[in-house]
């Protein structure tokens, strides 16, 4: 029954997606990218959504028609669009970025597609609206943000707050126990570090092409003229990984102690320092477990399947290793080309 519900949303979001001009409608470049390759590359993308849901449904204790859904930085709108076909209750869309919530405003208008409710901010912004909303999520679920959110612990720690059964479930690429993946994100990090990404079309404002380290030894020698240049890059090194507001915590500190307090212990990860923003996080899972486990979460794992495109000579391979990925098992990491953290909250009565 669910899979046949999946099948039929995205049959009839197709429908929709293929009848949208996007060069008619009023949104940033940004999203009018992401959701053009959404589009021309809509088999792949459902495959892979589509296990998402199946994962999620399979959580639900009631119906999808009274259930509520939760799209958690939800980008260009994909999962809140798959939500409203399926006929979930309410569709909650959520984003940091105030340029992607009004975006899937007129995108979703466009489609006549009904959001519910629309919540800009991060963790705390989202718990804090929820609750002043009365909105009781039963499904949190999310593709590719948990790589990039900065205070992973803090964060769940905010979202147990949440005083409703509820299950959340991310999704994301950024797979290290896959090392195939892994070696290719560790390029990408370590140009982002030392070089800076380029701004192509579609660039996210937000984000900085300058390279991390530079950025982080601008903020160390202005906010500390009196540094020399050699500990100027000693810090700035040795804070990869932090934020503008941490990083001169950890320089106050210096300053005092002689010491630096701070350590990253993984080779490439880091973040723009100055939004937090992770450049695909390859995340300690046991350390993630623990986290979760520690606020009274439940925690689960699993692996996923290649999604299927057009390129028929790339399915055969694929279709081989989703076989040996089945066989596996479902914690079984090392060939899939994502894992999904399945995460329960049963503590309270409904």
């Not at 899979?3 to 009839?12: D, L, W």
């Not at 088999?43 to 589509?50: G, R, V």
């Not at 405003?105 to 409710?117: A, E, F, P, R, Y």
């Not at 679920?141 to 147990?160: G, N, P, Q, R």
Request: aromatic fraction near 12%; charged fraction near 25%.
């Amino acid at each position: 029954m669910a899979a046949e519900q999946i099948s039929n949303a995205v049959h009839r979001l197709s429908s929709k997606l293929h009848e949208l001009n996007l060069e008619k409608i009023t949104i940033s470049e940004y999203n009018r990218q992401y959701l053009k390759r959404y589009i021309d590359q809509y088999s792949f993308y459902m495959s892979i959504y589509s296990q998402l849901f199946s994962k999620a449904i399979s959580r639900l204790n009631k119906p999808i028609s009274e259930s509520v859904f939760v799209d958690y930085g939800g980008g260009c709108g994909m999962l809140s669009y798959m939500a409203f076909e399926m006929g979930f209750k309410k569709v909650i869309y959520n984003d940091i970025y105030p340029v992607s919530v009004a975006d899937v405003k007129m995108i979703s208008n466009t489609l006549g597609i009904k959001i519910d409710h629309f919540i800009e901010g991060d963790i705390e912004a989202f718990v804090h609206q929820a609750k002043k909303e009365n909105i009781k999520p039963d499904l949190i679920c999310s593709f590719d943000v948990l790589e990039h959110i900065y205070d992973l612990e803090k964060w769940f720690h905010t979202i147990a707050k949440i005083e409703h059964n509820f299950s959340l479930l991310f999704m994301t690429n950024a797979n290290a126990s896959n090392p195939i993946i892994a070696r290719r994100l560790k390029k990408l990090q370590i140009k982002a570090e030392n070089e800076g990404l380029p701004k192509n079309k579609g660039w996210k404002e937000i984000d900085e092409s300058t390279s991390f380290l530079a950025l982080r030894k601008n903020i160390i020698s202005s906010k500390f003229p009196e540094l020399g240049a050699e500990e100027i890059g000693l810090l700035s090194v040795r804070t990869r990984g932090l934020r503008k507001e941490d990083i001169e915590k950890v320089v106050t500190d210096y300053i005092e102690t002689k010491e630096i307090g701070y350590r990253i212990d993984h080779p490439t990860n880091t973040c723009d320092p100055f939004t937090g923003n992770w450049t695909e996080h390859l995340i300690d899972l046991k350390h993630l477990k623990a986290m979760i486990i520690k606020n009274s979460l439940l925690f689960d794992i699993s692996n996923s399947y290649y999604g299927y495109s057009k390129n028929k000579m790339l399915n055969l391979p694929k279709f081989l290793i989703n076989q040996f990925i089945k066989m596996l098992g479902k914690r079984y990491l090392f060939l899939s080309p994502t894992y999904t953290i399945e995460i329960q909250k049963e503590s309270f009565k409904t």
